[in-house]
């Protein structure tokens, strides 16, 4: 039986949670692929674990100070990176040092972070294609929710003329609240930071820089295009006040924070701000943690696609989402 290894560069609640799938999986992928995937390696900033027989999951908690870094994953002889870092879309964050290598030298990558996809997506796309590498993020555009799949083959050889997404659970878990309560943004924000539903800095995600980053991966790899975020016109939820939400209601309208893009001519404009739905539109029942992607194409119409799943497992379960789509592409692979 062929042997597939995997490294997991980031060790937190995702890539956790990643690892701990996977390895649950391990009979699956015997039975459906053929395939024995080892977990060789997982790190964290300081410390990490590597086994070329394969790590099992009792020993996940027993990390060793030292173990990390791009050196550190490559020497597992990993065929396969999971990247589940910390998010950082202004420098690329730990993420693009570990793809950078990966890619360069044909090891196929599972991208959870947005960081780097973000920053160097195009350099990364160059890097995967002159390696041959295969290079995957279902995990880092909305996860759970179907995006770049849609994209890739449900629309296969349709022209996409706009893509429509509620791409961030915060602030649509916030805009409900404030409907539902008549409240504004910052009474909103501080119920939701008491319940635990928002983070203690939670600009990423209300100033619509989360959503901005999920529509720039989708423009770059579901559509070709080569944006940076400064192409991108971003505005958030902050300025929402009690006020708007009323005149809002009143006319029988539901705010969303959507990230829209439109392709005309082969040029792709990027946008990110408030829209309003009717109530008949399936945008406006999108509740709660919800999200949800609408992309429209010259021959098949509208699709919609809405999903919510159980943090970190959802996300976990969209990176070996990918690991599938690989193991997949490797046994098509001539011998
Ligand atoms: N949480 C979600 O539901 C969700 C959903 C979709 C996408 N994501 C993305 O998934 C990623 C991970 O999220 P998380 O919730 O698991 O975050 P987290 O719990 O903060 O974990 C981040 C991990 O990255 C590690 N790390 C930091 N610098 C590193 C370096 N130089 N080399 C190797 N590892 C390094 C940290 O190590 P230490 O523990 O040593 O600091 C930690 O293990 C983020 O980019 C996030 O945006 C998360």
């Known amino acids: 039986m062929q042997t597939l290894r995997v490294a997991i560069a980031g060790f937190g609640g995702v890539g956790r949670a990643t690892a701990q799938l996977l390895l649950s999986r391990r009979e699956r992928y015997r039975q459906v692929y053929g395939v024995d995937v080892r977990l060789v390696a997982v790190c964290g900033s300081r410390s990490g674990l590597a086994d070329a027989a394969g790590l099992e999951a009792d020993r996940l908690d027993a990390l060793k100070a030292g173990l990390s870094g791009p050196d550190f994953i490559q020497a597992s002889g990993a065929e396969v990176l999971i990247e589940a870092g910390p998010s950082d879309f202004r420098t690329g964050g730990p993420g693009l040092a570990y ?8 090891r196929d990558c599972i991208v959870i972070s947005k960081g780097a996809l973000v920053h160097s997506g195009p350099h990364l796309r160059d890097l995967a294609q002159a390696s041959g590498a295969m290079l995957k993020l279902s995990g880092a555009a909305a996860a759970a929710l179907p995006t770049l ?5 449900s629309l296969a050889g349709c022209q996409v003329l706009a ?9 649509n878990y916030l805009l409900d609240a404030m409907i539902n309560q008549g409240l504004g ?5 501080r119920e939701a930071q008491a319940g635990g539903f928002a983070e203690a800095d939670p600009r990423n995600d209300t100033e619509g820089w989360d959503t901005a980053c999920k529509l720039l991966l989708l423009a770059n790899f579901g559509l070709g295009a080569n ?9 958030g939820i902050q300025s929402v006040t ?7 209601r009143a006319q029988g309208l539901v705010p969303k924070l ?3 893009l439109t392709q005309v001519g082969g040029e792709v404009c990027a946008s990110v701000g408030i829209r309003t739905y009717p109530l008949s539109d399936p945008f406006a029942q999108v509740n709660g943690k919800n999200k949800a992607i609408r992309i429209t194409t010259d021959t098949m119409g509208e699709t919609l696609a809405i999903g919510c799943g159980v943090e970190p497992l959802a996300t976990a379960a969209a990176a070996l989402k990918d690991l599938e789509h690989i193991l997949l592409a490797r046994a098509a692979r001539p011998a």
């Open 185 to 189: 943004f910052d009474a909103a924000l």
């Open 163 to 171: 893509v429509e997404g509620i791409l961030n659970a915060t602030t």
């Open 149 to 153: 799949d849609l994209l890739e083959h």
């Open 99 to 106: 793809l950078r290598e990966a890619l360069a030298t044909g």
């Open 227 to 235: 944006l940076t975020m400064d192409d991108l016109v971003v505005d």
């Open 258 to 260: 959507v990230g829209s």
């Open 242 to 248: 009690a006020e708007r939400i009323a005149a809002w």
